[in-house]
């Protein structure tokens, strides 16, 4: 469930009303799972925002090519965005500009967008992040001629754009989960002050912003000397908490008391706190309510930390930390790297997640996690118990999660946990005899 915020009134002017942006998910989204496979890339998280909350601030028409399994999904909660083959898109017309969803998501990147969409090249060009296309600027390609495209269709498109004239620019991308977490720390301050300058906060105490029924419980210590806090909307921050900035705390999310929040800490909406968090995104809906420490970590939503969980984002020798992905080893050139967990995965109490650890999607964790996390397992490797979790039983708990937090199950929530099960499978695979099926 994506349900971005509300667009803010922008400042940023001079966009047409009648220009159409497409955002496009290349082949490279499956080098960001876990973190994609329950989310387009456009709606990931870094520094507060991610890529369709800012586009929305140019008031510009959105349309948006996403992975099949995740279409009907993104009709319901991506408003005001259309998808590619939308009969209401005229047949004839073109986008002005196609812009890879994985653009890291910053102020910086959305002036860039705004710019290319007023003063870029009228012909046909491509803008590149390394040997990878961030953009294509005027595309020749019809609203009818990409209705029918498959997947494979798209790379296909891609590879004739990527002979056109470079025009150069800056439109970063996130190529691995690892990338996100670099980004939240390198754009969460740029995005925090523009938050600020929306003029949908009050500033409370120095570098302290808070919206309308935001709650501050007796005895919270701020720290901005190193960036704001930004407190959304009906969040609350329970008594005795440190706040060190830059963070952003969404909207009715909860901080604990007794918590430690510091040091560039993005938490989405509807989120439960508590303990210490330090670096680390949280997607919406999910908890780490108890004692135990976050860092430099990226959580997916509906995830749920027992109490006492605990990751390591540093390695005893002080080294970088090198990711295992599933197309191998990925040199991320970070000392500080915690781990990366996929929606609706959970700890038991007292789990310890080893440095750089990556976990797939609906799977529960207990005691010591020294290895990578396929999606759908019971891993308790410690007690020599591995095991995989068949769809039926993550549906059944996600009815009870959506209920406490009253919210409705739909036929797509349910869908999207069997569509999710099939395509991760070779990630169980490659576990082989270990999973006992």
């Known amino acids: 469930m994506l349900l971005p915020l509300p667009p803010y009134k922008s400042k940023l002017q001079g966009c047409s009303t009648t220009v159409s942006i497409l955002l496009f998910e290349d082949s490279a989204v499956a080098q960001l799972t876990p973190i994609t496979s329950a989310r387009p890339a456009f709606c990931i998280t870094a520094g507060s925002f991610h890529l369709l909350d800012l586009l929305s601030a140019l008031e510009e028409p959105l349309v948006a090519q996403v992975r099949p399994f995740l279409r009907a999904l993104c009709e319901l909660d991506c408003r005001g965005l259309r ?31 705004q710019s290319l969409l007023v003063s870029g090249p009228k012909q046909p060009s491509v803008v590149w992040h390394g040997e990878q296309i961030a953009a294509v600027i005027a595309p020749t390609w019809a609203w009818s001629e990409l209705a029918d495209k498959s997947n494979s269709d798209w790379a296909s498109l891609l590879q004739v754009a990527a002979t056109l004239p470079r025009f150069d620019c800056s439109l970063p991308l996130m190529s691995f989960p690892h990338d996100v977490i670099a980004a939240n720390m390198q754009v969460i301050a740029e995005n925090l002050q523009y938050r600020i300058e929306s003029g949908r906060y009050e500033q409370q105490a120095d570098g302290v912003f808070v919206a309308a029924g935001a709650k501050l419980g007796q005895y919270v210590l701020t720290e901005t000397d190193t960036g704001p806090i930004v407190i959304d909307e009906g969040a609350s921050v329970g008594p005795y908490t440190l706040l060190r900035g830059p963070i952003y705390i969404g909207p009715k999310a909860r901080i604990l008391e007794h918590a430690a929040i510091k040091d560039a800490v993005s938490l989405g909406h509807t989120t439960k706190i508590g303990g210490e968090v330090e670096a680390a995104v949280v997607e919406p809906y999910s908890n780490k309510q108890h004692h135990g420490f976050l860092g430099h970590s990226y959580l997916g939503s509906w995830i749920n930390l027992g109490a006492g969980t605990c990751n390591s984002d540093l390695k005893n020798t002080y080294g970088t930390v090198n990711m295992e992905y599933p197309g191998g080893k990925a040199a991320t050139g970070m000392q500080f790297l915690g781990c990366v967990m996929g929606d609706y995965s959970k700890t038991a109490i007292n789990t310890g997640i080893f440095t750089g650890k990556v976990i797939g999607v609906c799977s529960m964790m207990y005691g010591f996690v020294t290895s990578n996390v396929p999606s759908y397992v019971n891993y308790a490797r410690l007690f020599g118990q591995m095991a995989t979790l068949p769809p039926e039983v993550m549906i059944a708990t996600q009815q009870r999660m959506f209920s406490r937090r009253k919210v409705e199950q739909r036929p797509c929530d349910m869908q999207l946990l069997h569509d999710m099960y099939r395509h991760t499978q070779p990630e169980r695979d490659r576990f082989g005899d270990e999973l006992a099926f």
């Open 83 to 113: 998808l590619v083959g939308d009969v209401s898109l005229p047949a004839d017309e073109r986008p002005r500009l196609a812009l890879n969803a994985r653009i890291v998501p910053s102020v910086s990147t959305l002036k860039t967008i």
